[in-house]
């Protein structure tokens, strides 16, 4: 990064490196990968290009917001089942859902549906 980032007229790009770095090591930590692995995958997303736009302050907010934008914007896919007694009234609903990384063999098929 070559960028230098200001905000008020106050330096900040220390504080934008120290967010980049907590959130690479978070990313790392979550889904067991490497060091350069997470950092490509965080340098290519939108949250990346977003947290280096220092006007909008994401830059300022805790490691752990900044990852969940990151996964928010990630292939997943969601499961979902429910279980209902339909022959009661007053009767409970239970929902039950998963979620989970959306494999790359199933990328191409689900984006065409």
Sequence with gaps: ???????????IT???????HRVINLI???ENIG?????GKFYHSQTYKT???VENGLWA???E???DCYNEEADQYAQAYFDYDSKKSGGVTKSHLRFDNLHD????????S
């Design 28 to 30: 790392q930590e979550q």
């Design 65 to 67: 917001y900044i990852l």
């Design 105 to 112: 063999e199933y990328k191409e098929l689900y984006h065409q």
């Design 61 to 63: 907010e805790n490691a």
């Design 1 to 11: 990064m070559h960028d230098i980032y200001f905000f008020n007229g106050q330096d």
């Design 51 to 53: 947290l280096t736009q």
């Design 14 to 20: 220390m504080n934008v490196c120290i967010q980049i």
């Design 35 to 39: 060091f350069e692995e997470a950092t």
